[in-house]
């Protein structure tokens, strides 16, 4: 079975500094991931992906995130965040050929003036 | 086009009864999954349908079922609903393996929120 691990439940920061939002996983076979983020009462909206290649994949709204296979991590990052960025933040992972997603509790991303 | 709609948007209930959630696909895509959000926590996979079959199931208990119609829409029901069933339930839909790559983005819909009182 896989298995999500989001190490902080919250991340505050200042507007304009950078953030980065820890994800591990683990599985007993080649997964697939993601970062979802989720707005106050809305759904999940995809920030980006890694399926294969390579390693550093960029996403929507200037968030980027570095798979590690070695470390089973997959850690979002933004080099300077904006108020817009406040929201809840799901890392997430699907086996390869099954298309349940496992995700993580989640990160709430604090932005501060 | 219009996304993932959901109905409705939120529903109050009592211990011991039934519910029926909607869930409408978009445009264009075959295959409808359904998650349970309890509050503060992250989604948890219930079930996925695809050619009005469960093609892949979570670790949730037979009181939730799930229909999937010919025009792609789908059902989640629940029966004899308990206090721990309080939850925002989203649906997903996506493209169905192979249709569009070796894996389809599953989009989501704003999610019911259901209270079990």
């Known amino acids: 079975a896989q298995s999500v691990t989001q190490l902080d439940s919250q991340v505050p920061v200042f507007e304009e500094a950078p953030v980065e939002l820890r994800c591990n996983y683990s599985?007993?076979?080649?997964?697939?991931l993601f970062w979802y983020v989720q707005y106050p009462n809305q759904g999940l909206q995809l920030l980006l992906k890694?399926?294969?290649?390579?390693?550093l994949v960029k996403g929507i709204n200037g968030f980027e995130a570095e798979f590690n296979k070695s470390q089973t991590s997959f850690h979002l990052r933004k080099p300077s965040v904006h108020i817009s960025d406040t929201a809840e933040y799901f890392c997430?992972?699907?086996?390869?050929?099954?298309?349940?997603?496992?995700f993580g509790k989640g990160t709430h991303l604090i932005i501060q003036p | 086009d219009a996304g993932v709609t959901q109905s409705p948007t939120h529903l109050i209930k009592t211990r011991g009864q039934q519910v029926t959630l909607r869930c409408s696909p978009k445009?264009?895509?075959?295959?409808v999954s359904w998650y349970q959000q309890a509050l503060g926590q992250g989604p948890q996979f219930i079930f996925q349908?695809?050619?009005?079959?469960?093609?892949q199931r979570g670790n949730f208990p037979d009181r939730f079922s799930g229909h999937q119609f010919p025009n792609y829409s789908s059902e989640l029901n629940v029966n004899a609903l308990l206090l721990g069933d309080s939850a925002l339930y989203l649906c997903?839909?996506?493209?169905?393996?192979?249709?569009?790559?070796?894996?389809?983005?599953?989009?989501f819909g704003p999610g019911t929120r259901l209270t079990v009182l």
């Open positions: 349908y695809y050619e009005e079959e469960e093609r």
């Open positions: 445009s264009g895509h075959d295959t």
């Open positions: 890694y399926l294969s290649g390579s390693t």
């Open positions: 997903a839909s996506s493209l169905s393996l192979g249709a569009g790559g070796p894996y389809n983005e599953q989009f």
């Open positions: 599985s007993s076979v080649s997964v697939y």
């Open positions: 997430a992972v699907s086996e390869k050929g099954a298309d349940g997603l496992t």
